[in-house]
């Protein structure tokens, strides 16, 4: 029984996603294992041992390694009972042609799905400055912006996206109002660094479109905005928010370029920033966060400003895009999952001359064991990106004096660096994090987290009666790793989809375990899940490639797991060039219960040794 459950699980639960990286055909079963123990900032390279922390390969840690009694126990527990789970809950993703977005946002559908365009999506947005999109005629009878909705939702992103997808199925008489900053309807983040760059069809591009891992092309919004309810200013009704009555009744009311200045969460209303007010019933704050700048930035003069840039929206995507139609050399700071994404799409995907500058060692310093961002870090510099490590910037000026923008092919700018270095270059890009946006929440007398910033909210994610906080800006409680804030699209999503449900009277707790996935070049795509932090303690389990598939003088990283280690625990995993895996690292993560000495059998789950081929293939 375990045997048939186990092989149902692997060969029918995760569909695996061919990339670049990994065709879609056997490979060869590899006969060996390379593991790694490291501990936080060191280094132990020994291959072929399991686990040894020293270099004569004896074990100093005072469990041994594999208890096999245990092991068989906690293995076959895990197969009958998580997988017995696993298989009664789970519901296939919905067919793109059927459900689309209206759907449930399942784990798998939302593990590495970063556009969610619905079937029934108008694909007509024109290629027209952003802020035209909201300027369509008024037709027919107009309504004023009313004194009083039900749900209100402050913030334009994927939260709230998945929050009225939440209220729509549990209350679909609801009227909802959303009011955003940006000029566009709800849209998905993550292929601004990722997909968006690789689309060769540049109309496809300017007309925020792009091609998929699966060869599809993609809308960027998850609906147009002919799916909502448009609330604007009008010449012909002076400074008063209206909308077309002749749009669909019951479709959200987009309130889109307007921010909320105060919310008052006794009398439950809250003042936009042109003084009007509105009453709301529930009130979700899905406000993300905004990008940090260097402290050198605030200074620097106008004409250079418009060429050091942060990236984090639509907005910062197409002023970058229109930037690496003309630059030669752009600089990216920053070490991170997006300083890095962004700087191979830049050097792979635009063939631009890159540089890339971080305080850290390596990239990804702060998420990977160091000698797997070492590997990382070499990658990225043969994919074409010069990695300029342990330097910070210190001072952006024009290349000659006094001089006036005229074209990024000039050279304007001249990087200067800690150790005395100058970088010439036409563009600089800032993506060194984000701050969460707490300011109307601290205006309110709500609870902001010091330590890890955002809201705090209890298990039902609600920071006060009737106030509801989702995504990058919500701080949480997880029952199994402690007080978190979780800055990812899946995060987002399940956390949005989770406090409009509860918004419409359940009371269910936030117990997702959010994941993320990365893109770095040909050869590195990961999935991630739990508590990824390069200070824990981690245990790496590699397959070893075959003799006749490379050379054994240097490392290679193909396919592998990392097990990251609190108190013995496993917290959190990376799933490193194994696609489809990541469902069942997340029930690892979930149990809470497996530790160091379970390893090798839990390894043995992922199958890492050799590729499944997909249906397709």
Same mark, same amino acid.
């Given at each position: 029984? +375990?045997?048939?459950?186990?092989?149902?699980? %692997?060969? #029918?639960?995760?569909?695996?996603?061919?990339?670049?990286?990994?065709?879609?055909?056997?490979?060869?079963?590899?006969?060996?294992?390379?593991?790694?123990?490291?501990? $936080?900032?060191?280094?132990?390279?020994?291959?072929?041992?399991?686990?040894?922390?020293? !270099?004569?390969?004896?074990?100093?840690?005072?469990?041994?390694?594999? &208890?096999?009694?245990?092991?068989?126990?906690?293995?076959? !527990?895990?197969?009958?009972?998580? *997988?017995?789970?696993?298989?009664?809950?789970?519901?296939?993703?919905?067919?793109?042609?059927?459900? *689309?977005? =209206?759907?449930?946002?399942?784990? &798998? !559908?939302?593990?590495?799905?970063?556009?969610?365009?619905?079937?029934?999506?108008?694909? !007509?947005?024109?290629?027209?400055?952003?802020?035209?999109?909201?300027?369509?005629?008024?037709?027919?009878?107009?309504?004023?912006?009313?004194?009083?909705?039900?749900?209100?939702?402050?913030?334009?992103?994927?939260?709230?996206?998945?929050?009225?997808?939440?209220?729509?199925?549990?209350?679909?008489?609801?009227?909802? +109002?959303?009011? *955003?900053?940006?000029?566009?309807?709800?849209?998905?983040?993550?292929?601004?660094?990722?997909?968006?760059?690789?689309?060769?069809?540049?109309?496809?591009?300017?007309?925020?479109?792009?091609?998929?891992?699966?060869?599809?092309?993609?809308?960027?919004?998850?609906?147009?905005?002919?799916?909502?309810?448009?609330?604007?200013?009008?010449?012909?009704?002076?400074?008063?928010?209206?909308?077309?009555?002749?749009?669909?009744?019951?479709?959200?009311?987009?309130?889109?370029?307007?921010?909320?200045?105060?919310?008052?969460?006794?009398?439950?209303?809250?003042?936009?920033?042109?003084? #009007?007010?509105?009453?709301?019933?529930?009130? %979700?704050?899905?406000?993300?966060?905004?990008?940090?700048?260097?402290?050198?930035?605030? =200074?620097?003069?106008?004409?250079?400003?418009?060429?050091?840039?942060?990236?984090?929206?639509?907005? &910062?995507?197409?002023?970058?895009?229109?930037?690496?139609?003309?630059?030669?050399?752009?600089?990216?700071?920053?070490?991170?999952?997006?300083?890095?994404?962004?700087?191979?799409?830049?050097?792979?995907?635009?063939?631009?001359?890159?540089?890339?500058?971080?305080?850290?060692?390596?990239?990804?310093?702060?998420?990977?064991?160091?000698?797997?961002?070492?590997?990382?870090?070499?990658?990225?510099?043969?994919?074409?990106?010069?990695?300029?490590?342990?330097?910070?910037?210190?001072?952006?000026?024009?290349?000659? $004096?006094?001089?006036?923008?005229?074209?990024? &092919?000039?050279?304007?700018?001249?990087?200067?660096?800690?150790?005395?270095?100058?970088?010439?270059?036409?563009?600089?890009?800032?993506?060194?994090?984000?701050?969460?946006?707490?300011? +109307?929440?601290?205006?309110?007398?709500?609870?902001?987290?010091?330590?890890?910033?955002?809201?705090?909210?209890?298990?039902?994610?609600?920071?006060?009666?009737?106030?509801?906080?989702?995504?990058?800006?919500?701080?949480?409680?997880?029952?199994? %790793?402690?007080?978190?804030?979780?800055?990812?699209?899946?995060?987002?999503?399940?956390?949005?989809?989770?406090?409009?449900?509860?918004?419409?009277?359940?009371?269910?707790?936030?117990?997702?375990?959010?994941?993320?996935?990365?893109? +770095?070049?040909?050869?590195?795509?990961?999935?991630?899940?739990?508590?990824?932090?390069?200070?824990?303690?981690?245990?790496?389990?590699?397959?070893?490639?075959?003799?006749?598939?490379?050379?054994?003088?240097?490392?290679?990283?193909?396919?592998?797991?990392?097990?990251?280690?609190?108190?013995?625990?496993?917290? *959190?995993?990376?799933?490193?060039?194994?696609?489809?895996?990541?469902?069942?690292?997340?029930?690892?993560?979930?149990?809470?219960?497996?530790?160091?000495?379970?390893?090798?059998?839990?390894?043995?789950?992922?199958?890492?040794?050799?590729?499944?081929?997909?249906?397709?293939?």
């Amino acid at each position: 029984m +375990l045997q048939q459950l186990a092989g149902r699980l %692997l060969t #029918q639960r995760w569909a695996l996603r061919p990339t670049s990286s990994i065709q879609p055909t056997h490979r060869a079963v590899r006969s060996a294992y390379t593991y790694r123990w490291t501990t $936080p900032n060191q280094r132990v390279t020994q291959t072929l041992r399991r686990y040894s922390s020293t !270099s004569s390969g004896q074990s100093e840690h005072k469990v041994p390694p594999f &208890d096999q009694t245990e092991q068989v126990v906690s293995f076959a !527990s895990f197969l009958l009972f998580g *997988g017995t789970f696993l298989y009664m809950t789970w519901r296939p993703s919905p067919v793109r042609g059927d459900a *689309g977005n =209206d759907s449930t946002p399942t784990l &798998d !559908s939302l593990s590495r799905t970063a556009s969610l365009a619905d079937s029934h999506t108008q694909e !007509s947005l024109p290629e027209a400055p952003l802020t035209s999109l909201l300027n369509q005629p008024l037709t027919g009878e107009v309504l004023p912006l009313a004194e009083y909705y039900p749900y209100v939702l402050v913030g334009g992103g994927t939260a709230s996206y998945h929050a009225i997808r939440a209220i729509k199925e549990h209350d679909p008489e609801a009227e909802i +109002l959303i009011i *955003g900053d940006e000029p566009l309807p709800p849209y998905s983040r993550p292929p601004l660094s990722k997909e968006m760059w690789f689309t060769q069809d540049q109309a496809k591009r300017r007309a925020l479109r792009f091609t998929d891992w699966q060869g599809r092309e993609q809308p960027l919004w998850y609906h147009d905005i002919s799916a909502y309810r448009l609330v604007r200013t009008h010449p012909d009704h002076g400074t008063a928010l209206v909308y077309s009555a002749q749009q669909t009744t019951k479709a959200p009311l987009l309130l889109a370029e307007h921010r909320v200045t105060d919310l008052d969460v006794e009398k439950q209303i809250v003042r936009l920033d042109n003084q #009007q007010v509105v009453r709301y019933g529930k009130i %979700l704050l899905a406000t993300g966060g905004t990008p940090r700048e260097l402290e050198l930035a605030e =200074d620097l003069p106008e004409n250079l400003r418009e060429q050091v840039t942060t990236f984090r929206d639509v907005r &910062d995507y197409q002023r970058l895009e229109t930037t690496a139609d003309r630059a030669k050399h752009i600089v990216v700071v920053g070490g991170g999952l997006l300083g890095s994404e962004l700087a191979y799409a830049l050097a792979a995907g635009r063939k631009l001359r890159v540089t890339q500058v971080l305080p850290e060692t390596n990239v990804l310093h702060n998420l990977l064991p160091r000698y797997l961002a070492e590997w990382t870090t070499q990658l990225l510099t043969k994919g074409g990106v010069k990695v300029v490590t342990q330097q910070s910037v210190t001072n952006i000026r024009a290349a000659t $004096p006094g001089s006036q923008p005229e074209s990024a &092919d000039s050279r304007q700018l001249r990087v200067e660096l800690s150790n005395g270095d100058v970088v010439e270059a036409d563009h600089v890009v800032q993506a060194v994090g984000i701050e969460p946006n707490v300011t +109307l929440a601290k205006r309110a007398g709500l609870e902001t987290d010091t330590t890890h910033g955002g809201i705090v909210v209890n298990a039902e994610l609600e920071a006060r009666r009737n106030v509801y906080v989702a995504g990058d800006v919500a701080s949480f409680h997880d029952v199994l %790793l402690g007080r978190r804030r979780v800055e990812h699209y899946d995060h987002a999503a399940q956390s949005g989809y989770l406090a409009g449900k509860n918004m419409c009277g359940a009371r269910d707790a936030y117990t997702h375990q959010p994941m993320f996935w990365s893109d +770095l070049g040909p050869n590195v795509t990961f999935d991630a899940v739990g508590v990824i932090d390069a200070s824990l303690h981690t245990a790496s389990v590699w397959a070893k490639p075959a003799e006749s598939e490379g050379s054994t003088h240097s490392e290679e990283y193909g396919q592998g797991l990392v097990y990251y280690l609190r108190d013995s625990r496993i917290v *959190g995993m990376v799933v490193w060039n194994l696609p489809g895996r990541i469902e069942l690292a997340r029930q690892v993560v979930l149990r809470g219960e497996f530790r160091y000495k379970h390893v090798q059998g839990l390894t043995r789950m992922f199958n890492i040794h050799q590729l499944e081929t997909s249906s397709s293939a």
